[in-house]
């Protein structure tokens, strides 16, 4: 099992079995280290592929099962995606190269270790009384819930006079550029690094930023941070596509995380792309894009499913009867957000998307603050994020109903091989 | 300022009601002194008549055949007081009881009531034996004591300026001497504030009242100097009630219970203040001061991790060298706020922008977060 995508592949059917053995964290603290936890898993059929996105009558978090953490990519963008979502940007605030490489590794192993449902160091309790345990606790007693972490670098991480990974940028991790409409706020864009948790459990995904975040103080600080609920797309294609906060089933036509050939086409990174540390990594672009819902929820019906070009009820382009029969996109508006969002509108560009539902209340007018939390892998972002999104800003006519306020870019390095391998190694070495 | 808090150390009252230890000097003690220790006190000796005595109720009849005014301490071995008595007049007696358990202690005559004063080594025996600690903790915590007083006995002279301009109506002069004032206090607050009663009276802020509770102290005079602009007679009256009460602190701080897992926990939320009050600019939202106080607050925790390092750095060296840079590193951020750095003229924190204040609260959990794990140190 060194490949997420090849897990997925092959446990499709797995999910029941899952259901029935899936640890629990403290069971999981019973039986050892986090190989034999892991191996269990794998043994067990319990990997990648628990299928939390379908009718379930179990919920989710209940099945629980761990996401293994060794691989060729990272676990969190092929992976079946999971209910819940804390991403995190950090600021590096060291200056010591060595420094950062030791936090990696820490990270590493402290992600090696709550991805399997186990606790941080030495555990939450049961240490001097005097001093703050290893572990904060809240994840005590709840199953692995299919987290996955996953990490990214900021094109300032490769910054002259920083960590001299200046030759190091990739060509394809650009600074994006701003687009019409953009309300961008500093505060909440950009970061050195970035951690994605996702799990079915919202609690375990905010116990592993929070941790990682306690683990980097001193040489990282939190730039800004996204939680996200009720993912908007889904990378197991047979299953219902998730709506969005407007109502509306978008991104039908995702990339499956299952379909090995795509992913290596628009995906993953590969040997020849020209930056070698990223073979087998992705470029992520994250966006929280907030809906004007108020105005939204104003609107006729038939305006709402000509914005997007799909009925309301089943989610099926115009004109056709199924949420995936094909689309006609020239019996859409010309401004259809699904027909200038799809790749025949942009010389095939795919990008497999991840995003989230957000709602962090309301802002000081009462209105809620919600939207998307966009979030694309792409092989390379100019080939994928860049077209479409232009397309979309210039044209879109779902703009007068959304706004995007934060955007970020990051390089996502390959997967962690073993034990002895960290998050990033061979960018710094 | 927090509201009442017995973490750190805990409050003399409570060691009393505890009675684990507990000095009584009540004039009740008049009864006859038999098997009483004799402590013949005068301006250049300390005479008991024994130095080795069986734990429990234990007597003191005192006599100062000196010239000056002295007091009679029994002591912990790290300073901490167990029973005391105080203004014995030259020619008089007193007696001094105490529930002592078995160990050592040192009594101390203070001539002058000044000073270490003239000690004597004094052991208790039987009962349970108190546990063993490294002398080099008790050498720490007896440092600390002495630098809580220090700063108790600073902080009178720099309020009396303060409080003196508060009596004069000069607001001006006030507002100069307000930041100062607090420093001292600023610097051992987790030891000031293990006296519940003395904190709400002198540094709780307006939102920090009870029902019922009238408001008084420092940041009462803040907003009349800074909001309102004017010291009127209920000013006046507050600025002669907090010199009361921080001279009430000063007579009381040595009797705080100091151990060494507390000093080192201290420290740390010396900076918890920093993190939760000042890097937000609440606590000193009318003065705009709050960088003083984040100084005090970081040589105050500084002390006391400087204190217990020599044990710190025998069991967890990674740790202090990381304490050690994180130290400086503050130091270092806060330096960019003053141009003077011997003085303590900080930027108005008002002037401090948002993306430095994020700044310094990453400072501040950069320390703060090897700091939590300072006592376990401490412990091993």
Known sequence: MSDTTD??????????????????RRSLLGWGGAGLALGAAAAGGAVAAVRGDGDDAVPAAETGAAVPFYGAHQAGIATAVQDRLHFAAFDVTTK???ELIKLLKDWTAAA??????????????????????DDTGEALGLKPSRLTLTIGFGPSLFAKGRFGLEGKRPEALVDIPKFPGDNLDPARSDGDLCVQACADDPQVAVHAIRNLARIGMGK????????????????TPDAQTPRNMMGFKDGTRNVSGTDTAALAKHVWVGDKDGSPWMTGGSYLVARRIRMHIETWDRTGLQEQEDVFGRDKGEGAPVGKAKERDEPFLKAMKPDAHVRLAHPDSNDGATILRRGYSFTDGTDGLGRLDAGLFFLAYQRDVRKGFLPVQRSLARNDALNEYIQHVSSAIFAVPPGVRDKDDWWGRALFS | MRAVRLSVVTAATTVAALAAVTGCSSKSDSKSADGAIQVTASDDACKLSKTEFAAGHVQFAIENKGSKITEVYLLFPDDRIVAERENIGPGTKQNLTAEVKAGSYEVACKPGMK????RQKVTVTGGAQTPKRDPKLDAAVAAYRTYVQQQADETLPKLKTFTDAIAAGDVEGAKKAYAPSRIGWERTEPVAESFGDIDPKTDVREDGLEKGQTWTGWHRLEKALWKDGKIGDEEKKLGVQLSTDIADWQKRVGTAEITPTSMANGAKELLDEVATGKVTGEEERYSHTDLVDFKANVEGAQKAYELLKPVASKNDPALTAELDKQFTAIEA??????????SYEFTSYDKVGEGDRKQLSDGVNALSEPLSKLAAAVAK
């Open chain 2, 333 to 342: 951020q806060l330096d960019k706020y003053r141009t003077d750095k011997n």
């Open chain 1, 96 to 98: 010591d190269r060595g």
């Open chain 1, 220 to 235: 990282t600080a939190i730039r800004w941070s996204q939680l996200g609920f009720g993912k908007t797309s889904s990378t």
């Open chain 2, 115 to 118: 000073g270490n004063g003239i």
């Open chain 1, 7 to 24: 897990a997925g592949a092959g446990t499709t059917d797995a999910a029941g079995g899952a259901t029935s053995s899936a640890p629990s």
């Open chain 1, 112 to 133: 090696a270790r709550m991805t399997a449902g186990q606790t941080v160091g030495e555990g939450a309790y049961g240490g001097l009384a005097e001093a703050p345990p």
